[in-house]
């Protein structure tokens, strides 16, 4: 059985951190891009950042760049999102998805863009930012 799953998430003051995990089971882990996307509520899911498969290539949204830093750990097939300076904007529903990638191609930008891309998708951790 495939699974993605969540954890991490809570209640946070404005400009504190969270670490998001994302534990993966049931697949071959390796030869996907995992991606990470959230739901605010009333706006669309967008995505916000991704790490490739083998070459851990990552991609990240401007809205979060140089705040949020994504790694993966292939050896215990997870991913996490390491997010810093949190801002009340970034309240929101954070879902890791799983894209078939094994060749490094096409770029990740492309993937992150393209939720179509993503086989496997995890139920979300709530995140809220307090200001």
């Known amino acids: 059985e495939v699974q993605l799953v969540e954890s991490g998430g809570g209640l946070v003051q404005a400009g504190g951190s969270l670490r998001l995990s994302c534990a993966a089971s049931?697949?071959?882990?390796?030869?996907?891009?995992i991606g990470w996307f959230r739901q605010a509520p009333g706006k669309e899911r967008e995505g916000i950042s991704c790490?490739?498969?083998?070459?851990?290539?990552?991609t990240y949204v401007d809205s979060v760049k140089g705040r949020f830093t994504i790694s993966r750990d292939n050896a215990k097939n997870t991913v996490y999102l390491q997010m810093n300076s949190l801002k009340p904007e970034d309240t929101a529903v954070y879902y890791c998805?799983?894209?078939?990638?094994?060749?490094?191609?096409?770029?990740?930008?492309?993937?992150?863009?393209?939720?179509?891309?993503?086989?496997?998708w995890g139920q979300g951790t709530q995140v809220t930012v307090s200001s």
């Open positions: 049931g697949f071959t882990f390796d030869d996907y891009a």
């Open positions: 790490v490739g498969s083998r070459d851990s290539f990552t």
């Open positions: 998805a799983a894209a078939y990638h094994p060749v490094g191609r096409p770029p990740l930008d492309v993937v992150l863009a393209t939720e179509d891309a993503y086989d496997y």
